[in-house]
């Protein structure tokens, strides 16, 4: 084991992979000479050459097309968005050609998206969204959204080996602020199996990605101030989610917080919601709590976009209503 | 300004040796396109009969286009036809029964059912179905180019799109990515002048879409989509430059389409004179004359190659009709793959 950045979990992921299997290639804008915009990989087009580490055109829908090919044909292509938000640009590419191949004609499609994804630094509106609710409704699709450094790396690898089109959100917000033991070697992370954040008993709060830290803070607030004890459950995937560690949770506290940084509407949180609401009734105490972003973009300017994301405030006030229930 | 290269019709028996082709392959070519619309006029019957559902497509008029490409991939190309390209399915060796029982959604169609007409592919036989969304195909077969470029396999890829999709941006960022990187891939236009209703001086401004090609730093060729030989001869050479390294062609193939965009459709908005001018140039009828005058079709061998086709199209009707409804249950299955399904040949 062996103390690294998030960011250096995604890089050394990569880099195993590579290493283990000739048929991962990269591509992506500025990946190569440059390193990445966020610098993920840099020194790989010097280990693993020009083939294998692709510079591309500006060309969302080419660079996506193109990993679904050369999938078909046997490689397993891993593309950068320099952005998650420049998504969009592909979302043909994914929802309509590679999320559908296998259903339709028996094809895998093993490619793997990877997005830097998330706000928190003045972005703007085109540069700190959180898309995965778009791709959750759209069957086909695998979704994945780390927040600790091993789970970055386990997860990537995992992403690499499966059969299927996966989206790998990876927080930009996180890249350099979290660090965190990683297993050395060989290291994957299982598809659908939650992670025990940290165990409480009073007040459940559902999360992941970034919001994992989030929510910490506030449990650490409100254990500090009054004893409260909050067990905060990370999903670290999205499609498939962990249905049953969310009902346990749901279950050990009666109360619950659902907590993302995507927008309301139509998030994620409204299908654990739901669900929690169709499976759970008889274990609820008090109505499930949504606590997410609220349905407008991403604003630039500092005081607006903090107003936008949930806040570490935002959360002790929601377990404080849920106390109070 | 018209900056393409117009191709020269073949004509003659030498261009003909020039092109590599003997008695047999020509002949081979004749079924192909025979067996191409035989398949597309029981499908219409067959849907006029109600055993079809949804809706049926013909590419009438492509089949010297779609024949004439196929026959000059190798094996181990690969390519993603499009709606009009029923005869690259034939030619790569597809089984006919198998293409009717996709028609009518039956288990032992290409697509068991999830999917419907010529939304179909064989990848062991180096073909990807095609989506609605077209050309977003092309992409794709640029994607099978970069990992044979990656690998050095000597293999080419072929992307199709019609005229109507080269107005989309998936056509652009194909072929620019595809032209940046030297791709061994080949762009086909299947050019019938109609997208759906609006004709093609609605959809491009340039005098020829094969014109584009020099945007994208390569070679664009003018063909006539009716002429088999012809559409065989710069497919072969577009196809073996791309294998070679010499990086991508753009093909136009430019046919009129004898049809509507669907059998809902009479296509009343196509000027009767237009209509009347390719018919005469009915790509089967053309090649057939062509194939008479050379003395390499006697009638003894005409009415064996027509009864022995119409044989096996009844014979592939039947069998399909055969093919079970798929079950309700299928409904759930195959929206993910699991791992060992890349434990495959093509996905070694």
């Known amino acids: 084991m062996a103390v690294k950045t998030y960011l250096q979990a995604i890089s050394d992921g990569l880099r195993d992979e590579m290493r283990r299997d000739s048929r991962v290639f990269l591509i992506g804008e500025d990946i190569g000479v440059y390193g990445g915009a966020f610098k993920v990989t840099q020194g790989f087009q010097a280990e693993f050459g020009e083939d294998r580490v692709i510079d591309s055109p500006l060309s969302e829908t080419a660079i996506t097309g193109a990993c679904t090919g050369a999938a078909l044909m046997g490689m397993r292509p891993v593309c950068e968005m320099q952005f998650s938000d420049f998504v969009s640009c592909a979302f043909d590419q994914l929802v309509t050609v590679a999320a559908k191949q296998h259903y339709r004609v028996g094809t895998p499609v093993p490619i793997v998206m990877r997005l830097p994804s998330g706000g928190g630094f003045s972005g703007g509106p085109f540069h700190s969204q959180n898309p995965e609710g778009f791709f959750a409704h759209c069957p086909g699709l695998k979704i994945v959204c780390p927040a600790t450094p091993a789970d970055a790396k386990g997860l990537i690898v995992e992403a690499i080996r499966d059969p299927n089109p996966v989206l790998y959100f990876e927080h930009k917000h996180l890249y350099r602020r979290i660090k965190g033991e990683v297993p050395d070697g060989e290291h994957t992370v299982e598809f659908g199996k939650a992670r025990m954040h940290q165990e409480g008993d009073d007040i459940s709060i559902v999360t992941y990605g970034a919001m994992v830290y989030t929510a910490e803070e506030a449990a650490k607030q409100v254990a500090e101030r009054d004893g409260t004890s909050v067990e905060i459950l990370d999903l670290r995937t999205v499609t498939p989610w962990d249905k049953q560690a969310v009902l346990d949770t749901v279950a050990k506290t009666s109360k619950v917080i659902v907590l993302h940084e995507d927008t309301h509407t139509s998030g994620f949180g409204a299908e654990i919601a739901a669900t929690i609401a169709e499976e759970a009734f008889e274990h609820l105490d008090a109505p499930v709590v949504r606590l997410t972003a609220p349905d407008t973009p991403i604003p630039f300017s500092p005081p607006l976009e903090k107003a936008f994301l949930p806040q570490v405030e935002d959360v002790v006030a929601a377990i404080d209503k849920l106390s109070a229930y | ?348």
């Open chain 2, 1 to 348: 300004m018209a900056v393409a290269r117009e191709a020269t019709p073949v004509e003659s028996a030498e261009d003909v040796r020039a092109a590599d082709l003997d008695r047999e392959d020509l002949l081979q070519i004749y079924r192909n396109m025979l067996i191409t619309r035989g398949i597309e006029e029981r499908g219409h019957i067959l849907y006029r009969q109600g055993k079809i559902p949804g809706s049926f497509y013909t590419g009438r008029g492509n089949e010297a286009a779609a024949v004439g490409v196929a026959t000059a991939m190798q094996p181990d190309d690969v390519g993603t036809p499009i709606q009009r390209d029923m005869g690259v399915h034939v030619t790569r060796g597809t089984p006919p029964w198998r293409i009717f029982a996709q028609y009518m959604g039956r288990s032992d169609g290409l697509a068991a059912g999830k999917d419907g007409n010529v939304h179909m592919a064989d990848i062991r036989l180096g073909l990807m179905a095609m989506v609605s969304h077209l050309p977003a195909m092309m992409p794709v077969a640029v994607g099978c180019a970069l990992s044979f470029q990656i690998r050095k396999q000597p293999r080419v890829a072929v992307g199709w799109s019609g005229d109507g999709a080269m107005a989309r941006g998936d056509a652009h960022e194909a072929m620019n990515l595809a032209g940046v990187r030297k791709l061994p891939v080949v762009f086909i236009v299947d050019n019938n002048q109609y997208a759906y209703s609006t004709p093609s001086k609605l959809e491009y401004g340039c005098v020829h879409l094969a014109d584009r090609a020099d945007a994208y730093g390569f070679d664009g060729v003018v063909v006539d989509g009716t002429d088999v030989l012809t559409v065989y001869r710069e497919a072969h050479a577009a196809i073996e430059k791309a294998r070679a390294g010499g990086g991508p062609t753009l093909l136009e193939l430019v046919t009129l389409r004898m049809e509507g965009h669907a059998v809902h459709d009479d296509a009343f908005y196509v000027p009767r004179e237009l209509m009347e001018t390719w018919a005469k140039k009915d790509p089967i009828e053309r090649y057939r004359r062509w194939l008479k005058e050379q003395s390499l079709l006697d009638e003894q061998r005409e009415d064996e190659i027509t009864v022995d086709v119409k044989k096996m199209l009844n014979e592939a009707v039947r069998k399909a009709e055969e093919s079970p409804l798929p079950d309700p249950s299928a409904l759930y299955e195959g929206v993910y793959a699991d791992p060992e399904e890349l434990d495959t040949p093509h996905h070694r």
